[in-house]
């Protein structure tokens, strides 16, 4: 069995986790989950502890486990306080700007490109070289990232490009003419 699921997992106050046979509702402040169960996967709830346990013992539900257990808590701490993903501009003139749900991005073209935020995302641009993506949804966060990056990737040139906030591109040294 997974190691990180014969640990409980903590639901903080002001989450309401119900099990109703297969089905589990998550309801945080940020958003709500549905989330369906494995038939060979079963939740106990104790007071604010849940335990995540397999109906049988057979060698393929050992994966799963540890994966149920990891999605209920990335959806308990997405509707408790949420996931944020930061993206930073890095090239001249590469700006970006949020209005409702589209990023409309300057990276280079000849035209802005709009980037159409998904469901349960939130975007902001504190600065012009900055975009940060809110939501409750982790997997829906880091695919609204992926979107905008998509965009421009950073090259290994001259490093310009969207990428995280701290992430290192190294960078290749360029042909020379003999």
Do not use: C, W
Not at 29 to 41: A, I, P, Q, R
Not at 62 to 80: A, D, E, F, K, S
Not at 103 to 124: C, D, I, M, W, Y
Not at 125 to 151: C, L, W, Y
Request: net charge positive.
């Amino acid at each position: 069995m997974s190691r990180l699921a014969k640990k409980p997992l903590i639901v903080p106050t002001g989450v309401e986790f119900t099990i109703n046979g297969n089905e589990v509702h998550i309801k945080g402040k940020k958003g709500h989950f549905n989330f369906t169960l494995d038939n060979e996967v079963k939740i106990e709830k104790l007071d604010n502890h849940i335990m995540v346990h397999p109906t049988r013992t057979r060698k393929r539900i050992h994966p799963m486990i540890g994966t149920t257990y990891r999605l209920l808590m990335n959806m308990i701490h997405g509707v408790n306080e949420g996931f944020e993903h930061k993206l930073q501009l890095v090239g001249v003139g590469y700006r970006a700007k949020t209005q409702d749900k589209v990023v409309e991005l300057s990276v280079g073209f000849s035209n802005p490109k709009q980037v159409v935020l998904r469901a349960g995302t939130t975007a902001e641009a504190p600065t012009t070289t900055e975009v940060n993506i809110k939501g409750f949804n982790k997997q829906m966060v880091g695919q609204s990232a992926a979107d905008i990056r998509r965009v421009r990737p950073p090259e290994p040139y001259k490093g310009k490009g969207i990428r995280t906030v701290g992430q290192r591109v190294p960078l290749k040294e360029t042909k020379k003419k003999k």
